[in-house]
């Protein structure tokens, strides 16, 4: 298994791309199996996920192409569907092919997700939106079976909580029904906005989105189209945390201000400046030591839960006390004890940990343990005196394209060890 070893102490300056967003990525990949007619996206990056995806559209007929940042899917007939668990399980994303398998096909059976590493992830919203849209759902051997014979129909889904997938997976489902589908405690997370403006694109009628209330009309036929993806607010908030804690004066480009507020807001507090730039955000932290900054997790426009892990790295070594609460997942303190063993002082206390920076943090073997949670740990390794070797890092490769390279790009000493 690869490793990445980090040397501490160089302070980030340059330009690092911002590349299409992962999240919408995967979704908008989904809408091919909507369609007869080809769907180009544009600016799609290249994940262990987006591959992984490939292979399961792939399985139930798309014929998928890359060059570069642009991808081709095309799904003239759907051969298939049903999603195996072995396909269903490494990437809980795959459960939206569900919807849109019903929505083409009338019938599909889709494994359900099993656990994940960072608490329990119930599809249990997903599945009421789509019986709200007339699917017949039953649970056999842990995969959901779904009919609906007649085809899907409008429907009101109340969401009792926010919840991105449920949200996408529902308008997913409702382009191509019978009616009017009204979600209500949507969420209102850019990408959701993303996947409306290409499915709008492909034809589709959606109100609203970007708002908690979501109104799609359905349409008989979607068309093909070609789709720019969103820009990545997670690596976005990623690198300008790690120029933060490291120091330094970078340019994101590509990225959008808006799509970052809480975490700007939050930054600022610290004493970082980040400004918006001709061509991106540019971010300069110069100023020595952050100041200790509070956080607490929310759905969008809120703190995302997917920069907690880097904005507890920078905290590590900011000048006082931090508290950061966790909201949206209940197990999502996994680099806590990782970040520890470089030296960190956390005190974890159910969903708060209470971080009290240090001046150094000291380089260490650590393990990734999810996603987010390991890119933390990059960044602590940017700032930690000696060597950080940080094991486990196909979880990374998951979600950062290009992290070497883009770090490195800007004076960082890191490097990936083949093994
Ligand atoms: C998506 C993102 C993930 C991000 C999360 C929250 C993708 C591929 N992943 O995940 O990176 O951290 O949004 O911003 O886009 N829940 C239920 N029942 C359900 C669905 C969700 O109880 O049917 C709970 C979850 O366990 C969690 C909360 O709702 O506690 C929010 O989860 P959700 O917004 O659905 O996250 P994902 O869409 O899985």
Sequence with gaps: MDSIKIRGGHGLNGTVPISGAKNSALKLMVATILTDEPLVLTRMPDLADTRFLTTLLQHFGAEISRDGNRMQLHTPRLENAEAP?????????????????????????VSLPGGCAIGARPVDLHLKALEALGAEI???????????????????????FVSVGATEHAILAAVLAKGETTLENAAREPEIVDLADCLTSMGARIE??????????GVDRLNGATHAVVPD?????TYALAVATAGGDVLLEDAVWKHNEALWDRL????VIAAWAE??????SENG??????IETRPYPGFPTDEQAQFMAAMCVADGRSVIRETIFE????????????????DLRGNEAIVTGVETLRGAQVMATDLRASVSLVIAGLVAAGETTIGRVYHLDRGFEGLEAKLAACGADIERVKE
């Design 279 to 284: 061509g991106g955000i540019r971010i300069r």
């Design 268 to 271: 600022g507090h610290a004493g």
């Design 208 to 217: 609203g989105a970007g708002s908690a209330t979501i109104t799609i009309t």
């Design 138 to 160: 039953e649970l056999a051997e842990g995969y959901v079976e779904a009919k609906a014979p007649k085809g899907l129909t409008g429907g009101a889904v109340t969401f009792p």
């Design 85 to 109: 668990y072995d396909l269903v399980r490494k990437m809980r994303a795959s459960f939206n092919v569900l919807g849109p398998l019903l929505a083409r096909n009338g019938e599909a059976r």
């Design 331 to 346: 197990n999502r303190f996994m680099h806590a004890p990782e970040l520890m063993r470089m030296g960190a002082q956390i």
């Design 233 to 237: 607010r997670i690596e976005t908030g």
């Design 289 to 294: 030591r952050l100041a200790a900054t509070d």
